[in-house]
């Protein structure tokens, strides 16, 4: 069925979240199998632009498979699975997994956990990590071919950092896109130090944190570097949640989604409008870019989860992840393939309409 269908282009904006981004490998697993489908352009921050960069690596090696096996290749890394394990013991730690809500709780819960929060609150990682150890630098350098991540073929990558001086978003993309830029990209400033890197511009060593706080991802470089006009995003981040966050955690847990979808929003509520202008004529076509906009999320498995089961790659979690990853975006695919290529799937007035003021024309 998919090879009589006709030859699409998207571009793919993923969004950081930690472990979390277990998600978006089982998304883009789906996607890859995809014939019909190609992808112009990925803009991607923290967890999302090593998928991005992951997939790309792949791509070039070895086309829609070799870009499924760099993914697994890297979250079995992550996970510390044996990158040989068999179908049927993948299927076994599946059945015996418990809930992503029971997982989520108990890590939330545990010594390790708690007494990792209590320690963080009062020391920095300047002090607790003077040494400036990271966690992923070695999968980060050893498991990719910057080469290949940052060529000109294949899929045109932007990743998002914040500078921590300007408070403004840097978007890496070719060759200055380095293990360094994509640690930057995932740099919790509560985990990690800031990590160090040259503006080509001014020559100046700049400091980064997680490009998240400015962009999750930054949806702009798509409109400007790609020819594409859909974009799918992968969300990672509730937007909603219908409970009161209560305890202190649910509390930190709430905020770090609102700030981390923030700017995303924003960009959102941008292009709805410059849609607007379009069709009615107030914008002239072609004088700026058409997007349309489609989503691809669990709020309902996300929403059991939070900022604990961010930072710990449980193995079950990640499992359970890829799989909710992959059937999101079967789902997707199966309903919204119409869509693509013609209009937005998602209807962005609804999104914002709750809480702002009501949309109106423009005078005159």
Not at 44 to 67: F, I, P, V, Y
Not at 246 to 254: D, K, P, S, Y
């Amino acid at each position: 069925m998919t090879g009589r269908r006709q030859k699409k282009s998207v571009n793919l904006a993923l969004q950081g979240g930690g472990a979390h981004g277990a998600f978006t490998w089982g998304a883009l697993d789906r996607l890859l199998e995809e014939e019909a489908l190609e992808i112009d352009g990925i803009t991607a921050t923290s967890a999302g632009a090593m998928n991005a960069a992951a997939l790309k690596h792949g791509w070039l090696q070895g086309g829609a498979d070799g870009a499924k096996a760099s993914l697994k290749r890297f979250w079995f890394q992550i996970a510390g699975l044996d990158g040989q394990m068999s179908e049927a013991m993948l299927a076994w730690l599946r059945a015996i997994s418990p809930s992503p809500a029971f997982i989520a709780r108990a890590i939330e819960n545990s010594p390790a956990m708690l007494a990792t929060e209590a320690i963080t609150r009062v020391f920095s990682p300047y002090q607790l990590n003077p040494f400036n150890y990271h966690p992923m630098r070695q999968i980060c350098e050893e498991l990719l071919d910057y080469d290949l991540v940052c060529a000109a073929t294949g899929p045109k990558l932007f990743v998002c950092a914040t500078n921590v001086r300007t408070g403004k978003p840097r978007i890496f993309k070719g060759k200055d896109i380095t293990p360094d830029a994509l640690l930057a990209s995932a740099c919790l400033p509560t985990l990690f130090q800031a990590i160090r890197i040259e503006d080509p511009r001014t020559g100046r060593l700049e400091a980064y944190w997680d490009g998240g706080y400015m962009g999750n991802p930054a949806l702009y470089p798509l409109f400007y570097h790609t020819q594409s006009s859909d974009i799918l995003i992968v969300h990672i981040n509730p937007i909603e949640r219908d409970e009161l966050p209560q305890t202190a955690q649910e509390i930190l847990n709430r905020l770090n989604e609102i700030s981390f979808n923030s700017s995303l929003l924003r960009e959102l509520r941008t292009i709805e409008l410059v849609n607007r202008l379009l069709e009615q004529g107030v914008i002239r076509e072609g004088t700026m870019k058409r997007n349309n906009i489609h989503s691809i999320r669990d709020d309902k498995l996300m929403v059991q989860l939070g900022v604990a089961t961010k930072m710990t790659p449980n193995r079950a979690l990640l499992l359970q992840l890829h799989d909710a990853g992959h059937a999101a975006m079967d789902d997707f695919l199966r309903e919204h393939w119409r869509e693509i290529g013609r209009c937005s799937s998602v209807d962005l007035q609804r999104m914002f309409a709750a809480d702002s003021l009501p949309f109106a024309s423009p005078p005159g």
